[in-house]
DNA sequence: CGATGTCGTGTTGTGTACAACATCGCAGAA
DNA sequence: TTCTGCGATGTTGTACACAACACGACATCG
C-alpha cells in the first residue's frame, strides 16, 4: 500500500484538480481491489482527508464516484462503508462480463504493438515467480495487471470502460474466497491462462484470445460457486 | 421542462440525502438528454443551485455523476459545459450498444407482464400520435421511454445500467441530426420499429425483440452517417 | 430485572467564504 | 493600427463550520 507521505506528496506536486482525482481515485480504488480495505470497513472521510493532506470536499468527489461505481457506500451518520461482494449478485455481472470478453476480440481488436506483447510476456514471467513463491497479494496485483493488459486488445474505448467497471466490481471476490480454495491450483491455472492468452496474442489471434478469457472466467466462476457451496454446507 | 417552483417543491419534500440526488442527477439528465442544454451550453452551479433552493455541494455531487458518465465536463474558471457528441466519436458507441441489445435477448430475458405488455400497448400508441402530429421533443421523449420499456425485457441488471449509460451517451445525437434528415421518414421507421418489437413481445419471444432492436439500432446508424456525410460535402 | 428515554460521540450532508483559474475588454505602448 | 499587459469579472475548486443523523452507553423509570 503506497505511503501516505508519498501520497500527500504526489498531491501536493499534482497541477490541476482532475489529476488530483485520478490520483485520489485510482489510490482509494486499488485498496479497495487489494482488500486493505476490505468489505464492510468503515471509513471515515475526515481520516483519509488528514492522510492525504487534504479537505474533504476533494476527497468527496472521489468517494462519490466510487460509490456510483458500486464500490462504497455512504450513510450519513454511519460512514462511508466499503460494499460487501456476494457470489449470488454477481453471478450477472460474471455472465455479462464473460459476454463482453468474447466482444473485446470482436470490436475493433487490435493487432497488438511491440509494447503490448513485452507486457504480456511480462505477465507470464511474473506468473511463474508467483508459482514459486505464492502470495494472495501479488495473486491479486497480478489478476489486475492481466485485466488492463487483456483490454489492449481493443480499441473500442467504451468497452474498455465498461469492462473495466464491471471487472472492479468483481475482482475483489477472489480475495474473500481463495482463503476456503485451493490456492497453489488456482495460481496454476491462472497462470495457465495467462500462458495461453499470450500465446493466441503473439499469434494475433485476438478473437481467440477473448474466447479462452470468456472460457477461463466461466470456469472460475464455478469454481467460485462451487467451494462456496461446499463452505456453506 | 419542469419548472422550477415544483422542483424545489420536491426537493423539500424529499425525505433522506439519496432521493434528492436522485431528483437532481434525473432532472439534469433529463434536460440534457432533451437538448434544454444543448451541446457546448454552459451551465453555472451557482445558477442552478438558486433555481433548486438548495447551496452549491449537493448540486455539484449530482454534476460530478454526469461528469463521469460523460454528459458534462466542468473546466476550472470557465463553466460546467454540455458534452458535444459527434458522430464519429460515437461510433464505437453504437457498435457496443448493438452487441449488448443482442444480449438482452439472451441474458436473463424476462418474460414480460401485464404492466409490461401494457407499457408497450401505449408507447404504440404514442408513436402513431406522434405520426399525425410530428414534434421533435415528442420524438425524443418517446426515444428514452421505449430505450427504458425495452430494458425491462432483460432481469440482468448490470446489462440495464451499462445500456443505460450508454444509450445516455449517445441518445441527444437524434435532436442534433434530425433537422438535416426526413423527420417524417424518421418518425414513421421509429413506429415501425416500435410496432415490431412489441408484436415481439407479445408472443413472448424476447431474443426476436434483442434482434430487431439491434437491426433497427444498425440502420439507425447507418442513416446517420449517411445524413452527416451529405450534410459536410 | 427489563424496558425506555436521553444524551454524548462520531459520522456524512449542507451552506458559505475564499482561493485558483480562465477569459474578455480596454488601455497604453510600439 | 496592432500588439501586449493587466485588471475586472465570472467560474469551478477547496476549506471549514455547522446541521442532520445514527448509534451506543448509561441512567432512569416501570
Same mark, same amino acid.
Given at each position: 500500500?503506497?505511503?501516505? /507521505?508519498?501520497l500527500a506528496a504526489r498531491l501536493e506536486n499534482a497541477?490541476?484538480?482532475?489529476?488530483r482525482?485520478?490520483?485520489?481515485?485510482?489510490?482509494?480504488?486499488?485498496?479497495? #481491489?487489494? #482488500?486493505?480495505?476490505?468489505?464492510?470497513?468503515?471509513?471515515?472521510?475526515?481520516? *483519509?482527508?488528514?492522510?492525504?493532506g487534504i #479537505?474533504?470536499?476533494?476527497?468527496?468527489?472521489? *468517494?462519490?464516484?466510487?460509490?456510483?461505481?458500486?464500490?462504497? &457506500?455512504?450513510?450519513?451518520?454511519?460512514?462511508?462503508?466499503?460494499?460487501?461482494?456476494?457470489?449470488?449478485?454477481?453471478? &450477472?455481472?460474471?455472465?455479462?462480463?464473460?459476454?463482453?470478453?468474447?466482444?473485446?476480440?470482436?470490436?475493433?481488436?487490435?493487432?497488438?504493438?511491440?509494447?503490448?506483447?513485452?507486457?504480456?510476456?511480462?505477465?507470464?514471467?511474473?506468473?511463474?515467480?508467483?508459482?514459486?513463491?505464492? =502470495?494472495?497479494?501479488?495473486?491479486?496485483?497480478?489478476?489486475?495487471?492481466?485485466?488492463?493488459?487483456?483490454?489492449?486488445?481493443? /480499441?473500442?474505448?467504451?468497452?474498455?470502460?465498461?469492462?473495466?467497471?464491471?471487472?472492479?466490481?468483481?475482482?475483489?471476490?477472489?480475495?474473500?474466497?481463495?482463503?476456503?480454495? =485451493?490456492?497453489?491450483?488456482?495460481?496454476?491455472?491462472?497462470?495457465?491462462?495467462?500462458?495461453?492468452?499470450?500465446?493466441?496474442?503473439?499469434?494475433?489471434?485476438?478473437?481467440?484470445?477473448?474466447?479462452?478469457?470468456?472460457?477461463?472466467?466461466?470456469?472460475?466462476?464455478?469454481?467460485?460457486?462451487?467451494?462456496?457451496?461446499?463452505?456453506?454446507?
Open positions: 500500500m503506497t505511503s501516505s /507521505d508519498e497541477n490541476g484538480a482532475q489529476e482525482f485520478e490520483i485520489l481515485y485510482g489510490t482509494l480504488r486499488e485498496r479497495i #481491489s487489494m #482488500s486493505d480495505y476490505p468489505p464492510g470497513m468503515r471509513l471515515s472521510e475526515e481520516a *483519509l482527508a488528514a492522510e492525504f #479537505s474533504r470536499s476533494p476527497l468527496r468527489k472521489a *468517494l462519490k464516484i466510487l460509490e456510483a461505481d458500486g464500490l462504497l &457506500q455512504s450513510v450519513q451518520g454511519v460512514g462511508t462503508i466499503v460494499t460487501d461482494v456476494d457470489l449470488e449478485g454477481l453471478t &450477472q455481472v460474471y455472465q455479462l462480463r464473460m459476454e463482453l470478453n468474447e466482444l473485446v476480440g470482436r470490436l475493433s481488436p487490435k493487432h497488438p504493438d511491440e509494447a503490448t506483447l513485452a507486457l504480456f510476456e511480462e505477465l507470464r514471467k511474473r506468473a511463474e515467480e508467483l508459482q514459486a513463491a505464492p =502470495d494472495m497479494k501479488v495473486f491479486a496485483r497480478l489478476n489486475i495487471d492481466f485485466f488492463h493488459a487483456f483490454m489492449r486488445l481493443t /480499441d473500442n474505448q467504451p468497452l474498455v470502460e465498461v469492462s473495466e467497471r464491471l471487472f472492479y466490481q468483481t475482482c475483489r471476490i477472489w480475495l474473500k474466497m481463495i482463503p476456503m480454495m =485451493d490456492f497453489a491450483e488456482e495460481v496454476a491455472i491462472f497462470a495457465g491462462e495467462i500462458n495461453a492468452i499470450t500465446d493466441a496474442v503473439r499469434l494475433g489471434d485476438t478473437e481467440a484470445a477473448g474466447h479462452i478469457r470468456r472460457a477461463h472466467l466461466s470456469m472460475g466462476f464455478t469454481r467460485l460457486k462451487s467451494h462456496a457451496r461446499q463452505y456453506t454446507l
